[in-house]
RNA sequence: GUGGGUAUAGCUCAGUCGGUCAGAGCGUCUGAUUGUGGAUCAGAAGGUCGAGGGUUCAAGUCCGUCUACCCACCCCA
């Protein structure tokens, strides 16, 4: 055999998942889907390419430096890679007011394309999963996304985390009340962002740096990390001559009363008003859910964000989504052990072993009848000893093996070896589907 | 985009002062064992020491260039 010629690599920050990996990654995300349907979302699924002219001019400068651009030689159209999920989803609503109607819950599972400089847990491809409510301006629908996100985390699995909520239209305020605005406000959540990570007195130097008055500083971080038992009255107090403000306030108070009323605990969620999403685009309430024990940064991220729609349609349309971070939800059920015990390393349930040349056909009859019942069989498909083809199941992982030699086939038996314990019993042909079934219900 | 680190077998890595340094463990394959996997034992295959230069009598080892990967920052999921 030729050596390969051609290395065989990735381009960079992109990656496979081989089957023992995509086993996990599917339980996520069916897992995932689960949830979405029985909160109501429908599937959407857009193209991989969208018109640049769909994507330039909603991400910002520097974010449209990583599109990808996806000409072909001679292509008249201009075309990228979607950056995300959410401006395809603008497009869709605004594109098809007859088919949508609205409000429309949609989640979308798909990988996005971002041409950064990858790193730990930073590809270059990877996958978005959002849920969004387009066409309600109620915090009923800001509460029903944070619902779900709370009985998605929780049906994974994890068991300490919080969901932070604060409201931008508060934040502006805030950065009104002490003299900020325009552009040093993107400056000044930038700043605040970093909270978790350079604390209260890192923010303050850094937002001195900036160039803001020292006294408009000491008011701003006075307002936001005030911890008291009722944080919303304290703003509310502090901030009552700032209609916008009180405005704010209102909306997360109803949030509130809404998620009582949809039986999220109040353990699940925190108001924090050091938490700042990065994007833009956010108008209203925004929330960020971040693992507790151990501390692990956050999980997912989302929103408010009533203007976006309006760029395609022309009238702006009230959304509240959310973006779960799958990837990193991925990392962290490995990290956490959150994967079911018996998760495996395959699909396949039982391998069919092939005695001899005399025997093969019956083998493949077995597979058959076993396929027919609903069992997920492999069956071996190379002419080696019987103790090779079960080492080759055990390494695989699969859990049974069906031996047929020429004694049970004249016996009318099939035997069922199961590696995790080496137990083995003959079984009647017809019996052997539901032995299967009992089989792996008990060891393994 | 900015700064730092690393690169030796399929994987994880050792390799001293430049001079028997081409090595270990794991994995793979073969056999002990032609109707039974894991354990054990024996054996085998597998490397242009990331690439291409320079210094030197001599380079895996020293120097600079390139490439890839990792980390931090920026940004973000």
């Not at 990654?25 to 897992?31: A, G, K, M, P, S």
């Not at 949609?106 to 491809?125: D, H, I, K, S, T």
């Not at 409201?167 to 325009?182: D, H, K, N, P, Y």
């Not at 080696?384 to 390494?395: E, N």
Request: charged share 25%; hydrophobic share 40%.
């Amino acid at each position: 055999m030729a050596k390969p010629k051609i290395e065989p690599r990735l381009p960079k920050g992109m990656r496979d998942f081989l089957p023992g990996e995509m086993i996990k990654r599917e339980y996520v995300f069916n897992i995932v889907r689960e949830v979405f349907h029985l909160y109501g979302f429908e599937p959407l699924q857009t193209p991989v390419l969208e018109l640049r002219d769909t994507l330039m001019g909603k991400y910002g400068e520097d974010a449209e430096k990583l599109i990808y651009q996806a000409q072909h030689p001679g292509g008249k159209e201009e075309v990228a890679l979607r950056y995300d999920l959410t401006v395809p989803l603008a497009r869709v609503v605004a594109q098809y007011p007859n088919e949508i109607a609205l409000p429309f819950r949609r989640y979308q599972l798909a990988p996005v394309w971002r041409a950064e400089r990858p790193q730990r847990g930073r590809y270059r491809e990877f996958y978005q999963c959002d849920a969004d409510i387009v066409g309600a301006s109620g915090m009923n629908a800001d509460a029903e996304i944070i619902s779900l996100i709370v009985t998605a985390l929780t049906r994974l699995g994890f068991t300490s985390f919080s969901i932070k909520i604060n409201s931008r239209r508060l934040l502006t305020a805030i950065g009104q009340f002490a003299g900020v605005e325009g552009a040093a406000l993107a400056e000044l959540y930038r700043s605040i962002d970093k909270f978790d990570k350079i604390g209260a007195d890192g923010v303050r130097e850094e937002l001195i740096k900036r160039g803001l008055p020292a006294e408009a500083v000491t008011r701003i971080m006075d307002l936001i990390t005030t911890h008291t038992d009722s944080p919303l009255d304290f703003l509310d107090d502090a901030l009552n001559a700032l209609p916008d403000a009180r405005a704010a306030i209102r909306q997360l108070r109803d949030l509130a009363g809404w998620l009582e009323a949809l039986g999220v605990p109040k353990t699940a969620y925190a108001f924090d008003f050091t938490m700042v999403r990065g994007l833009g685009y956010y108008t209203g309430p925004i929330f960020e859910t971040i693992i507790t024990e151990p501390n692990l940064g956050s999980i997912t991220g989302g929103g408010r964000y009533d203007d976006l729609v309006g760029l395609f349609k022309g009238e702006s349309v009230p959304t509240v989504g959310t973006s779960l971070g799958i990837e990193r939800i991925i990392d962290l059920m490995e990290a956490l052990n959150l994967y079911p015990p018996n998760i495996g390393g395959t699909v396949v349930q039982v391998m069919v072993t092939v005695f001899d040349d005399t025997t093969q056909v019956e083998s493949a009859r077995l597979t058959a009848e076993l396929r027919a019942a609903g069992i997920r069989t492999e069956l071996y498909m190379l002419d080696r000893p019987l103790g090779k083809q079960i080492g080759s199941a055990d390494k695989k992982g699969v859990p049974l093996v069906a031996i047929l030699g020429a004694d049970e086939i004249a016996a009318g038996v099939v035997k069922f070896k199961r590696l995790v314990d080496g137990h083995e019993e003959s079984i009647q042909r017809s019996q052997a589907a539901e032995a299967v079934r009992r089989l792996l219900g008990n060891g393994g």
